[in-house]
């Protein structure tokens, strides 16, 4: 497909975090951009500010007639739109030119050197320091970000087609379209059960994946792929050793296969962003950079919005939004909070999303979220699936261990939040709760 040939391009789910990166990318190479969501954003606003027409109604009618034109209109869309969207089955149903994101990505890169980042967990924080060590070693390369980037505030890392930086979504198999030349895979806990219904199909479409690479695969020690390794405090080919922390400062050795660097810094919390940090280092130093050059990008990187995101942060009271919506990720942002407050209240706000997640791995959620002092639980947030019999927040909530917890609605969240009397205040999800964190550091600044 020759993509200069097409001047009209259409999203359905325009304002999804991958999505609106394409959207992004094409308006900025002078395309006509438009689409549907299911409501207005954050992103959906910026979305508009750059001149594209979105609305917020499924139906025909509101595309606009320059897009009814088949013969030079290209549709994106994604496989959470559901199946019976009347939008995208009147494009199915009139032929037109129709590609999932995957799809469309996989044809943006495929004829450029393509630097992919993979896993169930880490990989938008991995890829976005990659795009940003690109960036600041001089690389002219477009990296496509599944988070907004503190040092762009964007999603999008505008350089050449030559080379390109993408995160690989194993979701639905998307990653399978890919072509990667450098690759990494930073985790393979099982996830996505709804799509490949047994942990054994997930394994297999990484090793899939990483039998796709033409050049370099890089995986975290231990995991079961023949490559090159990356870890901590381990005999991986990079690895990070004597890690200590300075005023929330992460400071490591990093050792690769041929050279040792001292005292690489990143200011993030957590080790689990010290394990990112040396993911990406090891793709961007196979891709040629120098590690002073690196760590110099390293120490300059801000992180991404909603990954440990501090919203409010003064001695007596810290509010943090976060992303995390997978046992492993909670148990990641729990620790770093805890090793950065040791002696202060924290109370979880989570919201669990999908119900095919919460009921595989409900036992796992318990345990992840009872290392709070205290847990506010909201309805999970179904996405694009129906109700499933039997699995609620409440049925959760059961299984948690500590004393401290209950559910919440939307409206008494606030009012739950300050009987708590916590210090430390962490709202955790994927669905639309990171819309309701501004709304609570609004009413703690603005009423206390």
Same mark, same amino acid.
């Given at each position: 497909m020759n993509l200069d040939n097409i001047h009209n391009i259409y999203f359905v789910g325009i304002g999804g975090i991958g999505m609106s990166s394409l959207a992004f990318y094409f308006k900025s190479n002078g395309k006509n951009v438009a689409g549907y969501d299911k409501t207005p954003t954050e992103i959906t606003n910026s979305l508009k500010e750059k001149g594209m027409q979105i609305h917020f109604e499924d139906a025909i009618d509101f595309i606009a007639d320059e897009f009814k034109n088949k013969g030079n209109t290209l549709v994106i869309y994604t496989p959470a739109i559901p199946k019976n969207h009347s939008e995208l089955n009147f494009f199915f149903d009139n032929n037109y030119k129709v590609l999932k994101r995957s799809e469309i990505l996989g044809e943006i890169t495929k004829n450029s050197f393509c630097l992919a980042v993979a896993g169930t967990h880490g990989k938008t924080t991995t890829s976005t320091m990659l795009g940003h060590i690109l960036f600041e070693a001089g690389v002219n390369a477009t990296s496509f970000l599944g988070g907004i980037s503190e040092n762009y505030n964007s999603n999008l890392i505008l350089g050449g087609s030559e080379?390109?930086? $993408?995160?690989?979504?194993?979701?639905?198999?998307? %990653?399978?379209?890919?072509?990667?030349?450098?690759?990494?895979?930073?985790?393979?806990?099982?996830?996505?059960?709804?799509?490949?219904?047994?942990?054994?199909?997930?394994?297999?479409?990484?090793?899939?994946?990483?039998?796709? #690479?033409?050049?370099?695969?890089?995986?975290?020690?231990?995991?079961?792929?023949?490559?090159?390794? %990356?870890?901590?405090?381990?005999?991986?080919?990079?690895?990070?050793?004597?890690?200590?922390?300075?005023?929330?400062?992460?400071?490591?050795?990093?050792?690769?296969?041929?050279?040792?660097?001292?005292? #690489?810094?990143?200011?993030?919390?957590?080790?689990?962003?010290?394990?990112?940090? #040396?993911?990406?280092?090891?793709?961007?130093?196979?891709?040629?950079?120098?590690?002073?050059?690196?760590?110099?990008?390293?120490?300059?990187? @801000?992180?991404?919005?909603?990954?440990?995101?501090?919203?409010? @942060?003064?001695?007596?009271? $810290?509010?943090?939004?976060?992303?995390?919506?997978?046992?492993?990720?909670?148990?990641?942002?729990?620790?770093? #909070?805890?090793?950065?407050?040791?002696?202060k209240k924290i109370v979880g706000v989570f919201q669990p999303h999908l119900f095919s997640r919460t009921r595989d791995f409900v036992d796992d959620f318990a345990k992840s979220l009872s290392l709070f002092d205290e847990l506010i639980l909201l309805d999970i947030y179904p996405a694009r699936e129906l109700p499933i019999e039997g699995v609620s927040s409440s049925w959760l909530l059961d299984k948690v261990s500590i004393d401290k917890k209950q559910i919440s609605s939307k409206e008494n969240l606030y009012k739950n939040i300050l009987k708590s009397k916590a210090q430390v205040i962490v709202m955790i999800g994927a669905g639309d709760i990171g819309e309701l964190v501004s709304v609570i550091k609004y009413k703690l600044t603005s009423e206390n």
């Open positions: 080379v390109s930086v $993408v995160e690989a979504d194993e979701f639905d198999r998307s %990653f399978l379209r890919l072509s990667p030349n450098i690759a990494c895979i930073t985790s393979m806990d099982a996830d996505h059960l709804d799509i490949y219904g047994e942990p054994a199909e997930l394994e297999k479409s990484f090793k899939d994946f990483g039998a796709k #690479v033409s050049d370099t695969l890089i995986v975290k020690k231990g995991l079961p792929i023949e490559a090159l390794t %990356f870890g901590i405090d381990e005999d991986a080919d990079y690895n990070a050793s004597n890690i200590k922390i300075e005023n929330g400062a992460y400071i490591f050795d990093v050792k690769t296969p041929t050279e040792f660097i001292k005292e #690489v810094k990143i200011n993030l919390p957590g080790k689990h962003n010290v394990l990112n940090a #040396v993911a990406a280092l090891a793709m961007a130093n196979s891709y040629g950079i120098s590690l002073p050059v690196i760590a110099k990008a390293l120490l300059s990187f @801000k992180g991404i919005k909603r990954r440990f995101s501090y919203k409010i @942060k003064t001695d007596n009271l $810290v509010l943090i939004d976060d992303y995390a919506h997978h046992p492993t990720e909670i148990i990641a942002v729990a620790s770093a #909070v805890r090793e950065m407050y040791p002696s």
